[in-house]
């Protein structure tokens, strides 16, 4: 535990550094960096690549984007003037505005990025490096508060406590009136225009339980210690809980991606993630930092917050979200906030500032920015505890990314998590980047990061019609699953209201064969089912063109690839909008794609052939005609290497010309 509190946050030393594509000449400069850092590249290793088959995949998501009400906003504005000075105090007043805004839901766009994340160090790992949602974010776009008291602080002064039960007793209100559930429109209800002494705390009751800690459109009883203590004035840093809860969200869609990606038989399973953070920052993130997903934003005035930019803004129409997210070395933004210099001052000044003799009673701004920096611990609201590593994401900061070291953890409780949150800043002096820097790796941090991208290499999943062989496989195992008792089509541990299995359009089954009590053992958490109706597997070959995808180590390791092609992928140079380029090199995916389709069906027949004539005389000149087959595949393979690497040399060509401000 000391060792923990006494270490600096910041590193100064000279290093040679390039451009985080790795495509520039190495520069040896004075870099700053984020502690810890790696002794050497083979003490930090990665190893969540993953990326399942199917797309889209078939699960929904429940909660996270806030609450539609008129009601509410009217109760926003009604209260606002006399408590408006209250909520700056104490770092909600932004948060309470940002309610006003509406995100309309893009579940392509959180389901295709969550399969990118790696709870172990919880970030997204893409090919082109690693980001994650910081503190940072959730401060500038929820506008929630770093600093504060823990999120558990209980009650205990009397009159808070007699608050509490006023809030408990109202809670069960609509329950006895209506037999209904205590949902927000009930809460208000009651408490709009009410008079009543403790509208203050009811009102922020619903913000905490509709928009922050969300569960189901539902008044959560665990927030209402929280609410009383920032009608009181006392803040609490609200930050650190709801970032915990991001984190295990997107861990919750993580596992239920790689569960379906597992499965043997699926297609249509109806399942549901119920989402208990504010996971619209996640939608929200991704626009901010991604401009090859970016929609067009709305035009907002001076000091406007951030959301207001996406109010009621339709996503793009992205046919392959994971393909945009894989290739978006050039379009990704390492600190689109840079651009709201004039609200955040301290996180993002002109040039770069030295905080000398750091003094260690901060104002909250200049600590919250520091506490963005370091690695910790976030306890959530139902006391899950996640771990904080920004050292991972330096150039998320304006700082220079060297090998991540390994952080201990310090999870065994709430109060030892929230004692490392929280621990003294020890750096004497400290350096804030200008926001017009741009950061650089080590060039130790290129050879790492490909040696962990070598480690996960697959191939791209090209869709293909399934073969009568494949199909009658598939037919055998779903027959055997459901009659060991085990429902091979829904999830272990899931009731199904209905489950159905259709093979070649016939039914096998019906409500009656559905099971009760399994084991969750291997349940998704947060996944609840809806209805489920499984058909046959689509059927891919894994073979064609190579593509930035990645398996997770437990997934099988069929589908593996050369490395050669792994590290175009690293260095992949911006592809500038040119008619002919694009539509050649899509005109040569689709033909070779074709032709490996060609290939596969035509050499499924000819095993077949060979399978059901062990004794006919025909068996040689099938093997003729295979081997020929395979050496004109062979053939279209280098030819097609060759007309890529060509476009590819005129690609940069173009790349150098625009750079240089040629047209």
């Not at 609200?238 to 699926?266: H, N, Q």
């Not at 793009?316 to 070395?329: G, M, S, Y």
């Not at 200049?366 to 690695?375: G, K």
């Amino acid at each position: 535990m000391k060792e923990a509190t006494t270490e600096s946050i910041i590193e100064v030393r000279e290093e040679f550094m390039v451009s985080p594509s790795g495509d520039s000449v190495p520069t040896f400069r004075t870099a700053h960096f984020l502690k810890p850092i790696a002794n050497s590249i083979d003490e930090s290793q990665v190893s969540g690549f993953f990326q399942p088959n199917k797309w889209p995949l078939p699960f929904r998501l429940n909660s996270g984007w806030g609450y539609k009400s008129k009601k509410w906003i009217e109760w926003v504005d009604t209260l606002n003037p006399k408590f408006e000075s209250l909520w700056k105090k104490v770092g909600i007043f932004d948060a309470i505005m940002n309610t006003k805004y509406y995100i309309i839901k893009n579940e392509d766009l959180a389901i295709g990025v969550a399969e990118k994340w790696f709870s172990k160090t919880n970030t997204f790992l893409f090919p082109w490096g690693e980001a994650t949602i910081t503190l940072e974010d959730v401060m500038v776009l929820g506008g929630f508060s770093i600093v504060g008291d823990p999120v558990f602080t209980p009650l205990e002064d009397k009159e808070v406590k007699v608050i509490e039960e006023q809030l408990l007793i109202a809670r069960q209100e609509p329950w006895k009136n209506n037999r209904c559930k205590a949902t927000a429109s009930e809460w208000m209800k009651i408490f709009i225009n009410s008079g009543s002494q403790i509208e203050h705390e009811a009102f922020l009751t619903t913000w905490l339980s509709m928009f922050v800690f969300p569960y189901k459109g539902l008044i959560n009883k665990d927030v209402f210690p929280i609410a009383i203590h920032l009608a009181r004035g006392n803040t609490i840093a609200l930050a650190p809980a709801v970032l915990a809860g991001v984190y295990k969200d997107l861990g919750c869609m993580r596992e239920t991606i790689v569960y379906l990606a597992k499965k043997a038989v699926v297609a249509e399973i109806d399942l549901e993630v119920i989402l208990q953070s504010p996971f619209y920052l996640v939608q929200i993130w991704v626009w901010e930092r991604f401009r090859n997903l970016q929609p067009q934003p709305n035009l907002i005035n001076k000091g406007d917050p951030v959301l207001a930019k996406w109010h009621k803004v339709k996503a793009l129409k992205v046919d392959n979200v994971r393909f945009c997210l894989n290739l978006a070395i050039e379009d990704f933004v390492w600190r689109p906030y840079v651009r709201n210099a004039a609200k955040w001052r301290i996180f993002y000044p002109e040039n770069e500032m030295w905080l000398l003799d750091f003094e260690k009673d901060l104002d909250k701004e200049l600590l919250s920015f520091v506490t963005c920096l370091r690695s910790s611990e976030l306890v959530g609201i139902d006391y899950s505890i996640k771990q904080y590593l920004p050292h991972r994401v330096s150039m998320q900061f304006g700082m220079d990314q060297d090998v991540p070291g390994c952080v201990p953890r310090f999870n065994q409780t709430k109060a030892i998590a929230w004692e490392n949150y929280c621990r003294p800043i020890c750096d004497e002096n400290l350096s804030i980047p200008s926001r017009l820097f741009e950061a650089d790796v080590t060039t130790g941090y290129v050879r790492w990061w490909k040696q962990s991208v070598f480690d996960h290499p697959v191939k791209k999943i090209v869709r293909r019609k399934r073969s009568a062989r494949r199909f009658s496989n598939l037919e055998s195992h779903a027959t055997k699953a459901n009659k060991s008792g085990n429902d091979a089509d829904a999830p272990p541990g899931f009731p199904p209201k209905l489950v159905s299995t259709s093979i070649s359009g016939k039914r096998y089954g019906d409500a009656s064969m559905t099971r009760k009590g399994d084991s969750e053992a291997h349940v998704p958490s947060g996944c609840l089912p809806k209805h489920l109706k499984t058909v046959t597997f689509r059927n891919f070959v894994l073979d064609g063109l190579v593509a930035n995808d990645h398996h997770d180590a437990d997934i099988p390791t069929a589908y593996s690839s050369d490395h050669g092609v792994v590290e175009k992928i690293l260095q992949p140079a911006k592809i500038y909008e040119n008619d002919n380029i694009k539509g050649s090199i899509e005109g040569l995916k689709e033909e070779f794609e074709d032709a490996i389709g060609s290939k596969e069906s035509r050499l499924s027949t000819e095993r077949a052939s060979l399978s059901g004539t062990k004794d006919e005389d025909n068996s040689d000149s099938s093997k003729t005609n295979a081997e020929e087959l395979e050496h004109r595949i062979n053939k279209l393979e280098a030819n097609f290497e060759q007309r890529i690497k060509k476009l590819e040399r005129e690609t940069t060509k173009l790349m150098k010309a625009r750079r240089f401000g040629h047209t």
